[in-house]
Each structure stands twice: as C-alpha cells, then as structure tokens.
C-alpha cells in the first residue's frame, strides 16, 4: 500500500517561495503580448500570417533579394524561410528569378499581385500594431519600442 504523502507534492513546494513567479518572466510576458498581436492581426488580415506579411513588407523595402538574405532580415532560419517563400509564391505573391550574377541563387520579389496585395492589407498591419498597443499610453508606446529595439 502507497502512502499518500509520497504520491502528492508538498503543498509548501507550491508557494513561490522558490523565487520564480512566471507571471512576472520576460518570455512569458512578451508570449502573451505576442498571442495579443497575432488574434487581432488574424481578425484584420485573416489570410496572410504575421510572418507572410512580414515577408511581403520586407520586400517591399528591399526589392529583389536571395532568399538567405531575406530570411535573415525578417528573423526566419532557412527551412521557415524556404516554407514562406514557397507558400507565397504558390499564391502568386512571390516570385523566384534566377541570379545573373550566380545561377545557383535564386532572386525573391513580389510580384504585381503580391505588390497589390501588401499595399492592401499595409493599412490594416497599422491599425494591429496601433489595438496591441492601445492599452499604453503614447509615451509608453515609444518607451516599449525603444527597449524592444534594444533587445534585438
């Protein structure tokens, strides 16, 4: 017969006597206020991921680029980077170009449609950015951007 203390935890080991209290860590902190981002970016901008879009904005910015250099300025490593391009590309947003200058390198760019389509949803990744902030004040909002920025 098992004894029943050996079977449960301690109620004392529960308290966060310990010292980690996970309402109170970065990571998590920065998960919930990511999840707030990507509901209302799915509610505005329901068919692209907040990835894709970064993608579309990205090559906006920087026109034609290979796809390691475009990867690398959105965050993504290269098998994330290659679903992207494929899965947009495959919609017709994207376009994939041989390199002049090395056959082997391919040349991402938008596409008319995928130009089209990010001038289209800009406006609304805006108004996502503006209702995840909302709940800050201005000089917060400016306060959160520069640490944010600072933590890259």
């Given amino acids: 017969m098992t004894n029943k203390s050996d079977d449960t935890v301690e109620e004392a080991s529960l308290s966060p006597d310990h010292g980690y209290v996970i309402d109170e860590q970065v990571g998590y902190l920065l ?3 990511y999840q707030r981002n990507a509901v209302l970016f799915s509610e505005h901008i329901g068919d692209l991921t907040p990835t894709q879009f970064a993608v579309l904005a990205r ?15 959105v965050g993504l490593d290269v098998a994330t980077t290659k679903g992207v391009v494929d899965r947009l590309t495959a ?3 994207l376009r994939a170009d041989r390199d ?5 390198r391919q040349l991402i760019s938008l596409t008319a449609e995928g130009w089209a389509r990010f001038r289209a949803t800009a406006p609304l990744g805006l ?26």
């Fill in 59 to 73: 090559l906006t910015e920087l026109g034609s680029v290979s796809q390691n250099q475009l990867g690398r300025t």
């Fill in 91 to 93: 919609r017709g947003l």
């Fill in 127 to 152: 108004k996502v950015s503006a209702e995840t902030l909302a709940p800050l004040t201005s000089a917060e909002q400016r306060t959160l951007h520069r640490l944010l920025k600072k933590l890259q």
């Fill in 100 to 104: 002049p200058s090395d056959r082997r």
């Fill in 31 to 33: 998960r919930k206020a």
